[in-house]
Structure formats: structure tokens, C-alpha cells
């Protein structure tokens, strides 16, 4: 059981470039969710999927995108890249009350 | 003001002290995590509860759901558990409200 893992690790954009962010469980939960963490501000959701082919915004989805279309990999993409979107990038997904993070995805944006 | 809060934000303690971190909450929540997050960036699920108090090692938390209240102790602290802990609540939707983390720092 690998549980929730993300790719890629590290990643140093420049503005304007897009890019996608792929998260992966392999526990059949039906919950996934993209939060950003900042410096004194915790983390924050960006969007969450309740369900295959099913997505939702969270707090702070602007400009970001999502897909799920399978059950075990949630996908958020970055279309045009900004300064402001440097961040420390958290996927986790969840079964009942349990809940599971991913190792997390250090974006840089100049 | 942020539906979950904690305190301290900062905490600096001597190996073997007694450690309290407070958590509270102002929405409706079917249960309350408490995560660990290490130097590293990892995270952690430490506990779950929905009520009551549970214990795993060291580890202790409790809430009161009246208070809309719940506490992380650790005993016999160690610089291992060095990290930040996290709040955060989980309502009935399964969307979670989380808390800006306490930093606790164990001094040898």
C-alpha cells in the first residue's frame, strides 16, 4: 500500500507556464482533496472531489483546475503560472473520518 | 476570524516537560484531527476523535464538544516530536477546517 503520493516532489515554474500536479491513492477512497500551505496561514482547499468524474471549489480555487477521472488519481492543474502560486502543495484523500496526506509539492513560481 | 484556532502559536520546551496545545472551534464538526508536521514537510494524521480522549504513546487528546474544545498533550516530551501540530476540524460534509499549527521546539 504506497497510500497517497505525489508527483512531482519539486518543481520551479516560470510565470506564465502551466503545469499539472498528480495525486495518487491506491486505499479506494471516494474523497480527494488539493490544499496549498503558506506561511502563517495553514492549509487552505483549493478543490475536492466526493467521487470519480465528480469535482468541487474549495476556499481559494482561483486559477487552478481539477479532473478526476478515475477513482484514484485527483489531478490539479496550474494553466498560466503565477508569483502567487508559490506554495507547498498538499493532496490527501479520506474514507469515513480517517484521513491521509500526500508528501506534499514544493512549487516556485519567478 | 479563522473558524479554527490555536494555541500557542510558538512553544519552546525542555526534554521531559509536560506539553499542552490547545485547539478551538467555532463551526459545527463530526470529528477533530490532530496532525503532526515534521522539518521535512510530511504529514501526519496523529488522532481522530469525535469524543472523549485517546491515547497513543506519549500522545494524549481530548475534546469536549460542549466547549467546542480539544487539547493534544504530550508526555515526557522528547526533540524528536520537534514538528508542528495542526488542528483541524471535519464537518459532516468532509471538508476540513484547519488550524495555523503550533511549532513546538524540545530543547535537549
Known amino acids: 500500500n504506497a497510500g497517497v503520493t505525489q508527483t512531482p516532489k519539486f518543481r520551479v515554474l516560470k510565470t506564465g507556464q502551466s503545469m499539472t500536479l498528480l495525486c495518487a491513492q491506491d486505499?479506494?477512497?471516494?474523497?480527494m482533496y488539493w490544499y496549498r500551505q503558506d506561511p502563517g496561514m495553514g492549509l487552505r482547499l483549493i478543490h475536492y472531489?466526493?467521487?470519480?468524474?465528480?469535482?468541487a471549489k474549495g476556499e481559494v480555487p482561483d486559477g487552478y483546475n481539477v479532473s478526476r477521472l478515475k477513482k484514484q488519481n485527483f489531478l490539479l492543474g496550474l494553466e498560466s503560472a503565477a508569483p502567487s502560486q508559490t506554495s507547498v502543495y498538499f493532496c490527501?484523500?479520506?474514507?469515513?473520518?480517517?484521513?491521509?496526506f500526500g508528501p506534499g509539492t514544493r512549487l516556485t513560481v519567478t | 476570524k479563522n473558524e479554527v484556532e490555536q494555541s500557542p502559536q510558538n512553544l519552546t520546551a525542555q526534554e521531559g516537560e509536560f506539553i499542552t496545545i490547545n485547539c478551538s472551534y467555532s463551526?459545527?464538526?463530526?470529528?477533530l484531527h490532530w496532525l503532526q508536521q515534521h522539518p521535512g514537510g510530511g504529514i501526519v494524521s496523529l488522532f481522530m476523535l469525535s469524543s472523549g480522549k485517546k491515547k497513543h504513546g506519549r500522545l494524549i487528546a481530548t475534546i469536549n464538544i460542549q466547549e467546542k474544545h480539544s487539547s493534544l498533550h504530550i508526555t515526557a516530551s522528547h526533540p524528536r516530536d520537534s514538528a508542528v501540530y495542526i488542528c483541524a476540524g471535519m464537518n459532516t460534509g468532509n471538508q476540513f477546517y484547519f488550524g495555523t499549527g503550533t511549532s513546538l521546539t524540545v530543547i535537549p
Open positions: 486505499m479506494n477512497h471516494e474523497y
Open positions: 490527501a484523500s479520506s474514507f469515513g473520518l480517517a484521513n491521509y
Open positions: 463551526v459545527g464538526i463530526s470529528a
Open positions: 472531489s466526493v467521487g470519480e468524474g465528480t469535482t
